[in-house]
């Protein structure tokens, strides 16, 4: 079966770091490029970066450019979300998404995360 | 990267067809033919619905269908049906080698 799953959500400070995490299973992990999008609270979706099949293209958000580092493992078939400086309004549901066809094509669970204090 | 500009709220009654915009600029919507569409029902993951302004993935229903016109795409849902009913988003690949996303238009089928 086809599917993404992401883990290492969970509450942070303010300022504190986390790692996401996303295991790509069912495919060839390494074929493909991946995301992050994200979604706060009753809010719509944003996306967060961008890493191309063999990590050679990386783009990201203005709003996490600095704080944010996506990596991914083809070998591990997984992908990464480094968050650092975590802040209020980094509150959200983090997707992992696989990108085929130049759209979002299948996404992952999401995985949430919540900055307070 | 501003957010793409969609209509908060459409409506439609069962058979009916209804129409959502999206609406960018040169820099995005209408630089690029990398629109795309998202379906999301409350509480449930985003599906790709349109891709490529006008393309829809194996197993969406051609009920679903997209066009772009200068800087406003736009989304028809024809033949609405009570499963249709859930948020929709737009999407663009733009000038600064980003993402942007459309703030989402919530359908209401009545």
């Known amino acids: 079966q086809v599917q993404l799953m992401e883990s290492g959500g969970g509450l942070v400070k303010p300022g504190g770091s986390l790692r996401l995490s996303c295991a790509g299973s069912?495919?060839?992990?390494?074929?493909?490029?991946m995301t992050w999008v994200r979604q706060a609270p009753g809010k719509g979706l944003e996306w967060l970066s961008y890493i191309s099949s063999s990590s050679s293209t990386i783009y990201y958000a203005d709003s996490v450019k600095g704080r944010f580092t996506i990596s991914r493992d083809n070998a591990e078939k997984s992908l990464y979300l480094q968050m650092n400086s975590l802040r209020a309004e980094d509150t959200a549901i983090y997707y992992c998404?696989?990108?085929?066809?130049?759209?979002?094509?299948?996404w992952g669970q999401g995985t949430m995360v919540t900055v307070s204090s | 990267q501003s957010a793409l500009t969609q209509p908060a709220s459409v409506s439609g009654s069962p058979g009916q067809s209804i129409t959502i915009s999206c609406t960018g600029t040169?820099?995005?919507?209408?630089?690029?033919?990398?629109v795309s569409w998202y379906q999301q029902h409350p509480g449930k993951t985003p599906k790709l619905m349109i891709y490529?302004?006008?393309n829809r993935p194996s197993g969406v229903s051609n009920r679903f269908s997209g066009s772009k016109s200068g800087n406003t795409a736009s989304l028809t849902i024809s033949g609405l049906q009570a499963e249709d009913e859930a948020d929709y988003y737009c999407?663009?690949?733009?000038?600064?080698?980003?993402?942007?996303f459309g703030g989402g238009t919530k359908l209401t089928v009545l």
């Open positions: 490529e302004v006008s």
């Open positions: 999407s663009s690949y733009t000038s600064s080698t980003t993402w942007v």
């Open positions: 040169s820099r995005d919507v209408g630089g690029y033919n990398y």
């Open positions: 069912g495919f060839t992990f390494s074929d493909f490029y």
């Open positions: 998404v696989r990108f085929r066809l130049n759209a979002f094509e299948m």
